[in-house]
């Protein structure tokens, strides 16, 4: 039971279910019982987790290049490269 709930939240919240599915692994494993499904569960909280890390470093780190320009140009409308960056 466990391992599902871990799977279905692997989807839906991944960090969560990526520690439920850990800890119904090594449950189903001390009672020796097949874990096939917290061991998908595992495998996509991971990747997913690891997903959203990556995406949140991406906006951080543009978030902060546009923040940077502007700092850098002061308020006003300026057009860079092709660029319209909106200061102010």
Do not use: H
Not at 8 to 20: C, D, E, F, Y
Not at 25 to 35: E, N, S, Y
Not at 53 to 68: E, K, L, T
């Amino acid at each position: 039971m466990l391992s599902i709930v871990g799977l279905v939240l692997a989807v839906v919240a991944a960090p969560i279910g990526l520690v439920i599915s850990i800890v119904a692994a090594v449950k189903l494993g001390r009672a020796g019982q097949p874990k096939g499904l917290a061991i998908a569960g595992i495998i996509v909280g991971a990747i997913i987790t690891i997903f959203w890390i990556i995406a949140i470093i991406f906006f951080v780190a543009v978030f902060a290049n546009i923040f940077g320009t502007c700092a850098e140009l002061g308020p006003g409308v300026w057009n860079i490269d092709g660029v319209t960056y909106r200061c102010g």
